[in-house]
């Protein structure tokens, strides 16, 4: 029998103890130490080959909440890992960091915004699946926008929460123009929270009779990729940093706070994700002066607090990977796309777990024999000394992916990821 | 050093105040506006080579990009007044393509193609293969260009160039894609002409292509 198989077995027979397994192998590698094998997680952001998998459209994923997320449930049974990782809607932080007060939001979908309720809020910052985008597609798509211009810096750093508030959700959410709509409209949504956090504590029973470990999962942001995505728009913060950086640093100074209040609103949240966007386009001096200070600032509060840390480093990080090392020891999980894991290891050995290496393309492209190759040499090379999680980018299984390939993945870690 | 020389080094240290200023002094010197638009071709190839090089990184294009694009409106209606047109090297149509939104590199690769001589005519983002088609009826481009970062516009660009095909023009235009995503395979599978992840390579491709035809 395949070494997939017995665990696909074992996962459903003796699940206690397979979840036992999996908590124990996570916390070593993250502690930096050896465990019995290199952990695999995959993900699902959003979870298209899972969709596929399961013969759910991208619009029942985000409309219909049970049946949809089950899906998630589906794909870990038929395809075996240590953790799953996956979103269950697409970015709606401005609305968590703007209602402190109502922490069910980060609850509900770790500040996430479901199909009906873009809906019922009408938010510019999305498109979904059976609405602006076609039914069949799996995935939604966060677009972002401008809808603060450089010139109100000074009201954001003034009084951040109110700004946000008052000016920029009116602008960026059809709903939230009016009083008698808004009202309405936050008590749909708050209809809405309350079966996203049935529905999720279904999922988390049904991952946990399969050996899953499930924890409250909080998010949070750096401030620039806050500005950027949900306040300036990319390319308009790119340029901000060029021609008004005293007015970025301070709004970054005050977001800070903020980003640290949404994240807390989860009280007994464990696990805490951060992904990163404008790393990898940023040269090094002003990454060192804009956006490290902050988010060094954001992990190391967070890690205060007893949070395990996940930052998703998108794109390149190799510029920047030395500025790690001002973090304490085992402080989190450094997730990597398209940096080379072996290097990062090189700088970070002894320091920080790092997770990644797995090119998702190969997925798709590649055979199972080669699949096999890739990932003995990945862990021949990383895997040493511990430390190390095997995994793919944030972006997902593709939904060309074979089925033969995920397989030749999972079993070549259970084969070769032995200590 | 020349002004030539100072303004090209105030572009590279994306000294924004600087550049604009000297354009502006010059302009009013009475000095040929193309000599300075042949300016910004030279400040954006080495803009190119930078990256390349690893010394610049995406912000730095991207604000380049914006401070040639400033330039450049100073420049045009100077043009316009003196009754000159700069001599265009070929026209280049491009557009994300359908499905994707992402525009950061198209812009990039649009201000360098323009620094460089091309008409160029942006058709913006989420361009579906009609409207591709109809530009290159209605201005008859030397060159197509596709943007892609996302795997599903991969299907987007084979549609787009079996639309090409379809409508009979396939054999009138060039086909370039780019964007972080792109590669050989996708090249292949969508059957373009070449491939880039860099826009100043893509710009080197172009201009080949141009000499290639003028012989
Ligand atoms: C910025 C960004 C965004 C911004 C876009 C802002 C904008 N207006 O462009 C926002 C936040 C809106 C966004 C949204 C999404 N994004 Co996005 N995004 C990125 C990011 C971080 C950077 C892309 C970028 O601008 N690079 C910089 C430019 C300069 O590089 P470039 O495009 O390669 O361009 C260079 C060359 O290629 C060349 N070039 C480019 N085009 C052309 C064309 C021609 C003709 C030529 C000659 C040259 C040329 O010139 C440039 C300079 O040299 C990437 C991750 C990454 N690090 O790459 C993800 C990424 C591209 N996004 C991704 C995804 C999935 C999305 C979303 C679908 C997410 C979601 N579910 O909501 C949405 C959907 C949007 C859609 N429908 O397209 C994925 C794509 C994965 C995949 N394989 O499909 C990526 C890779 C992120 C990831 N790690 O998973 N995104």
Partial sequence: MKLIEELMERQRKEPEIVLKERLDRLSKTIELKEPDRVPLILTGCPPAFALKHAGVSGYDFYYDYERGWKAIVKFVEDYPMDSIFFEVGLEGHVLALAFPEVPEFMIATAGHITGPMHDILRDKYTKFPGRELPLTIPTGQFLGGRFMEAEEYGKLIENPAEFIRETILPRAFESLKDVHQSRIALIKTGIELSKAINSMTSIASDLTKLGYPVAPLTDAYCPVDFIADFLRHVTNMLIDIYRIPDKVKAACEVLVELILNMAFQVKNAVHVFIPLHLNEMLPPKTYNELYWPYLKKVILSLKEKGLTIWVFFEGNHEPHLETLLELPKSWGIAWFEKTDVRKAKRVLEGHTCIMGGFPTNLLVSGTPEKIEEYVKNLIKDVAPGGGFIISTGVADIPWGTSEANLRALINAVLKYGQH | ?215
């Avoid at chain 2, 030279?42 to 090089?53: F, L, M, R, S």
């Avoid at chain 2, 549609?159 to 995503?181: F, M, P, S």
């Avoid at chain 2, 826009?199 to 003028?214: F, N, Q």
């Fill in chain 2, 1 to 215: 050093m020349s002004v030539s020389e100072e303004f090209i080094k105030s572009i590279l240290e994306l000294d924004e105040r600087k550049a604009l200023e000297i354009a502006r002094r010059r302009l009013e010197a009475g000095e040929d506006p193309l000599k300075i638009l042949g300016d910004l071709t030279i400040a954006a190839d080495k803009i190119g080579e930078k990256y390349e090089k690893g010394e610049f990184f995406i912000a730095d294009l991207v604000m380049a990009g914006e401070i040639m694009k400033g330039i450049s409106e100073l420049v045009r209606p100077k043009l316009k007044e003196l009754g000159k047109v700069r001599e265009v090297v070929g026209k280049l149509v491009i557009g994300t393509v359908q499905g994707d939104i992402h525009d950061i590199g198209k812009n990039i690769a649009v201000t360098m193609a323009e620094a460089a001589g091309f008409e160029v005519i942006d058709l913006g983002v989420d361009v579906p293969p009609e409207k591709f088609v109809e530009a290159i009826k209605q201005y008859n481009p030397n060159i197509v260009g596709m943007s892609c970062l996302i795997t599903v516009g991969l299907e987007s660009m084979k549609k787009t160039v079996d639309a090409i095909k379809e409508a009979g023009l396939r054999d009138r235009v060039k086909i370039i894609i780019g964007g972080g995503r792109v590669d050989e395979y996708a090249k292949e599978y969508a059957g373009a002409d070449a491939w880039t992840n860099s826009a100043a390579e893509g710009v080197r491709i172009m201009l080949k292509w141009i000499r290639e035809k003028a012989r």
